[in-house]
Every structure is written in structure tokens, then in C-alpha cells.
């Protein structure tokens, strides 16, 4: 449970954004929120008819009142205790926070320029199951630097919500459930905004994302829209480290040894 500590940066509201069709993943991760947010102030806002991801979080922006915003996919799990401390503690130094991104965007695939540019932490499910108790671990960048600064793009993301005040969600070329995260974050980037990974906020997610037809279209407007600030460099592949089958505990403690 969250308490009331010594902050540099202390929210008078949290405002947490989901675009969820499925009750039972809603509940799953509104509990979750609960248990990490404890007697913090915040609200969830439930988008269950989003017609796109930026239609569904624009729309959830204008009914929010939280000066800290998080966008959420509903099958994710907070799985760090301090998450309120620490998101806190980020934001006092940083615009925008996130579990995974690049200080390198070639493309619309944000860990698409490989290494060394890549960084983060996220864990995905070690059984066929939702939710688990035991995770695969991903890690990029390694595990000995839990935040790492000046990144221009974002793989689920926290933001402050002067960000918003000049970034929105692009409703017009990203009018699906593709890229953008990536859009919206590196716009961020472009604005003047700080961004960083921190990997000492620890994100489960069900999903490992799912790259199709729509989501290569998706990512063609994103290099048009952007030809001529994306940084030309060819492909190249992330050596992302990899512990298996972890409990929660032990993928805990490999984050605070990092630390």
C-alpha cells in the first residue's frame, strides 16, 4: 500500500486511462491499481467503445483531472510495491516515464535501431495463464542502469500533464490499435519534453504484441509523417537479456540488486 512519504514531486491526483471491452481484465487491473496505489489520490477512467486507442485516450484526457496521467492496456500488472514512491520520484526529473523505449527512433518499431539504443524492463507470463505468479523476464540495455535519459520514444508510458497540454493523440493517421504509442511519445520528444525508461517500475503484460498487416501500415504513416526527423540508420538487433520462469519475488529482488 502506498503512503504518504517525503516527495519531491507529489501528484494531487493520479489519473489512470484504460480503453478495456473485457470486464474481467477491467476489474484485474483496477484491483491492481488499488494495491500499489493504496491511499494515494487517483481515478480510473474506463473507455469501453474507443473506436481507435488515440480516439479512446484523447477522449479519456478530456474527462481527466490527474496533474500525472498513465495510458493503460487492461492486461497488464504493476508487480513493483513502491510503484507510487517511485513514480514520484521519476517524475520530478522527467515529462514523460516508461518501462521499455529508445534514445535512437529509425522507424515505428521503437526497439528497431537494436542495440545500443534500446533499454528496458517488462515481464510477460511464464504459463498459459492471466493472471500468473511466475514471469519471464525481458531485459534491454541491461540490468545495471534503471533509468536511462534523454529517450525518444516509448513503449508504455506515465506522463505529467503539462505534456498534454500540447501533445495529443493523432485520431487522423493513427485510427487504429497501432504505433501510437510511439507517435504521441516521440511528438513528446520533438516538443522539447524529457522522456526516460526506468526500469525499477516493473510492468507484467499478458500480451507480447501483435505485429500484422495493420500494424506495418500503421507504421508506413509514421515514417511518412516523420521522414525527415527519424534518424537514418539501418536495422539492427537487440540482444535483450532473459531469465525464465521467475516468481515474483525473485524478479523483485533482481531489480533492487540492480538498483
Known amino acids: 500500500m502506498a503512503c504518504f512519504g517525503t516527495y519531491s514531486y507529489l501528484p494531487t491526483m493520479i489519473s489512470i486511462i484504460i480503453c478495456s471491452i473485457t470486464a474481467h481484465k ?54 513493483t510495491p513502491a510503484f507510487y514512491q517511485l513514480l514520484c520520484n521519476h517524475l520530478e526529473t522527467y515529462d514523460i516515464v516508461g518501462c521499455a523505449g529508445t534514445d535512437c527512433l529509425i522507424e515505428s518499431a521503437w526497439a528497431a535501431a537494436g542495440d545500443p539504443f534500446t533499454h528496458g524492463a517488462v515481464a510477460y507470463p511464464a504459463i498459459d495463464a492471466w493472471p500468473c505468479d511466475r514471469y519471464n523476464l525481458l531485459v534491454w540495455g541491461g540490468i545495471n542502469v534503471l533509468e536511462v535519459p534523454e529517450i525518444q520514444a516509448l513503449d508504455g508510458f506515465l506522463v505529467r500533464r503539462v505534456v498534454l497540454n500540447r501533445v495529443k493523440f493523432d485520431e487522423v493517421n493513427f485510427d487504429g490499435f497501432h504505433v501510437y504509442d510511439t507517435d504521441f511519445t516521440f511528438a513528446a520528444y520533438l516538443s522539447g519534453f524529457r522522456l526516460a525508461v526506468c526500469k525499477d517500475i516493473l510492468i507484467a503484460h499478458q500480451s507480447g504484441g501483435n505485429y500484422n498487416v495493420k500494424c506495418h501500415a500503421y507504421g508506413a504513416r509514421l515514417v511518412e509523417k516523420y521522414r525527415d526527423r527519424l534518424t537514418p540508420l539501418a536495422r539492427n538487433k537487440s540482444q535483450a537479456g532473459l531469465a525464465r520462469n521467475l ?10 540488486q540492480a538498483g
Open 26 to 79: 477491467l476489474a484485474l487491473v483496477t484491483a491492481n491499481f488499488k494495491a500499489v496505489l493504496g491511499a494515494a489520490p487517483y481515478e480510473i477512467i474506463d473507455i469501453h467503445d474507443a473506436k481507435s486507442l488515440s480516439e479512446g485516450y484523447n477522449r479519456g484526457i478530456a474527462r481527466s483531472r490527474g496533474d500525472i496521467v498513465i495510458f493503460c492496456h487492461d492486461d497488464i500488472e504493476i508487480l
Open 247 to 256: 516468481d515474483r519475488s525473485k524478479i523483485l529482488r533482481l531489480i533492487k
